[in-house]
């Protein structure tokens, strides 16, 4: 059971989802024309931006380098240097220095540039090789930078990488500064001492005393062992005898041979050190795979693509600007915008009749077809108008209902061809029906009736005619009307007067029902003299006409006298242009249409 339950709920979910997508269409669909415009606007805005762009041209190099392990040079060997921690590292120091400001200028010194340019290096993936790219306006000019690019930084770098083996060359005293002075300190065995050497000398022979190359030398270092073994029998001869001394002389020849053997070895270590690091001069782990040439076609700007953006950004502009507009709209359209602040029953909707205007005329004009007419021919009309008739009528007892008030909190939301449709279809039910037209300021009913505009409503309240003189028969129905009358200036003193609650009293008696077709109320207080004396009140809301605070306010109007409405009916209900699309009118299409019963 528990996992029936949760698939009833799966399924609970998917139609919601399917309902809000629907409802989401439906609200693009209702305001494609502003989403069209705007997907337009898009479009024409990215092309006029995009053909002021001017054209880039990318120009690119490719430069092949060689990482450089520690060991492998003679610097590294005789020197502790600064070494990156991995190729990572290491490529992006090199990707920087390429990119810098100090080969920047180098480049624009001797390219003698006066024009922007943009520079970007990057590493290929999976290789050792680095790509220099250059924007600029000119492709030779492009070229032109990009190639100098690459040739200034092989210049430079082949320059650092022979720094330190120049540093290192600049330390080691020359051949004959080493034989004035053997590594020791020692003068060379000669009769004269030779001359004082200046710090500088002795600082270049420590420092190639301190050499790897020579302190690690296996002769060098038995030499420097042979040397401690003299020099100590030296001392303790010393001690006995005098420096003339025939031992004392062997001892000091032989210490002199030592020297000297040192001081040899370490000409040639030196000699041969010197010798490697002149040879890397040459040698260099960074050169250019690949010149860069003119490119022969813009890189940039991408004009498809930037006129693709733009029109998908018009239509997300569109389609954002569409359900703002539909989420922020506070005009009554569908039931669903009567559930909030708005307490009234929703009786039905009457849909926008073919074939007539769809401004917002509010009301009939003489050209028009009588409803009579209109009703008979098209059978959606008549369901809907059925429909609310049904909700109407099961809405209360028949002594609540006997006399029914049509009116809207606007002019132009068509309650009175709301009422007529009403007063039509009660006819088919074999009742006898009055339609009263009690809006004496904008009288219409008389053309949708095609009925006599003389001796109406207000020619009786004024006492000019009695009450059978102003009902008329309507042409080809079974209805009853009173037409408004001829003008009066103060049509609510005499809805307000005995002889209108009279008239009322003797349709009641004569009818089953009666239909009062009452002036819009926000703003006029006929509708508000005449629920005094009906049964039930009917508002009629046009299809996005009356906003939401305009029909609160009637509604508690008509609350504060202790006459509410017994429901709101949406008129003009156009779900096809629209896109309001009601499932019950797609339904009854779809019976004629198979039925063969025509519209």
């Given amino acids: 059971m528990e996992q029936d339950s949760n698939l009833g709920q799966g399924f609970s979910n998917e139609r919601d989802e399917t309902a809000n997508v629907a409802e989401y269409w439906q609200i693009i669909s209702a305001k494609r024309w502003l989403v069209l415009s705007a997907t337009g606007l898009g479009m024409l805005l990215s092309i006029f931006y995009i053909s002021l762009l001017p054209n880039i041209y990318t120009a690119t190099d490719k430069i092949l380098v060689e990482k450089v392990e520690a060991g492998t040079s003679k610097v590294h060997q005789e020197m502790v240097l600064p070494s990156s921690r991995g190729e990572e590292d290491y490529y992006g120091t090199q990707v920087a220095i390429l990119t810098s400001q100090n080969i920047a200028k180098i480049v624009a010194s001797e390219l003698e540039l006066n024009t922007p340019y943009t520079i970007s290096a990057k590493l290929i993936r999976g290789t050792r090789i680095i ?20 040739e200034v930084y092989v210049r430079e770098s082949a320059h650092e990488k022979l720094f330190m083996s120049r540093q290192l060359l600049q330390w080691i005293p020359e051949e004959n500064e080493l034989m004035s002075k053997n590594v020791t300190g020692n003068a060379e065995p000669s009769m004269s001492m030779a001359p004082a050497q200046d710090a500088g000398d002795l600082d270049k022979k420590e420092f190639v005393e301190s ?104 239509f997300i502009s569109g389609v954002s600007l569409a359900f703002f507009s539909e989420y922020s709209n506070q005009k009554i359209r569908i039931e669903k915008d009567l559930h909030s602040g708005i307490h009234t029953p929703f009786l039905g909707y009457i849909p926008l009749i073919k074939g007539f205007s769809k401004k917002l005329t509010g009301k009939f004009s003489a050209n028009h077809p009588p409803l009579v007419d209109v009703m008979a021919g098209d059978s959606v009309l008549s369901d809907a108008v059925a429909s609310v008739r049904t909700h109407i009528l099961f809405s209360m007892p028949y002594e609540k209902s006997k006399r029914i008030m049509l009116t809207s909190a606007v002019p132009s939301e068509g309650k009175t061809t709301t009422a007529v449709l009403m007063a039509l279809s009660l006819t088919t039910l074999g009742r006898k029906i009055l339609l009263i037209d009690a809006d004496m300021r904008k009288p219409s009913s008389h053309n949708c009736l095609k009925i006599k505009k003389e001796k109406g409503l207000a020619d009786y309240l004024i006492g000019a005619a009695s009450a059978e003189e102003v009902i008329q028969s309507v042409p080809g129905s079974a209805l009853k009307a009173v037409a408004a009358g001829g003008n009066t200036p103060n049509p609510a003193e005499l809805l307000a007067s005995d002889r209108f609650r009279d008239l009322l009293d003797y349709a009641s008696q004569q009818f089953d029902r009666v239909v009062i077709d009452v002036p819009p109320v926000l703003y006029i207080p006929d509708g508000l003299i005449v629920a005094k004396h009906i049964h039930s009140g009917v508002l009629v809301c046009g299809a996005g006409m009356v906003d939401k605070k305009a029909v609160k306010a009637v509604i508690d109007k008509f609350e504060a006298i202790g006459h509410a409405f017994i429901g709101i009916i949406i008129n003009r209900a156009d779900y096809e242009d629209q896109g309001y699309r009601f499932k019950y009118y797609k339904t009854y299409k779809s019976y004629y249409t198979k039925s063969g019963v025509r519209r």
Avoid: C
């Avoid at 790509?131 to 690459?150: G, L, Q």
């Avoid at 020297?259 to 370490?266: A, S, V």
């Fill in 211 to 314: 050499l790897s190359s020579v302190m690690n030398d296996p002769i060098v270092r038995e030499m420097k062992s042979e040397k401690l073994k003299v020099e100590a029998e030296l001392k303790e001869l010393s001690q006995r005898y005098k420096s003339g001394h025939p031992n004392i002389k062997e001892l000091n020849e032989r210490l002199g041979f030592v020297d000297h053997e040192i001081g040899d070895r370490t000409r040639k270590i030196v000699g041969n050190l010197k010798a490697n690091l002149s040879g890397e001069f040459n040698v260099n782990n960074i050169k250019i795979l690949e010149e860069a040439v003119a490119p022969a076609r813009p890189s940039e700007p991408n004009r498809p693509q930037g006129i693709f953006l733009g029109t998908m950004l018009g």
């Fill in 131 to 150: 790509s220099v790219s250059v924007k600029h306006r000119n492709p030779e000019w492009a070229a032109k930078i990009a190639n100098k690019f690459a």
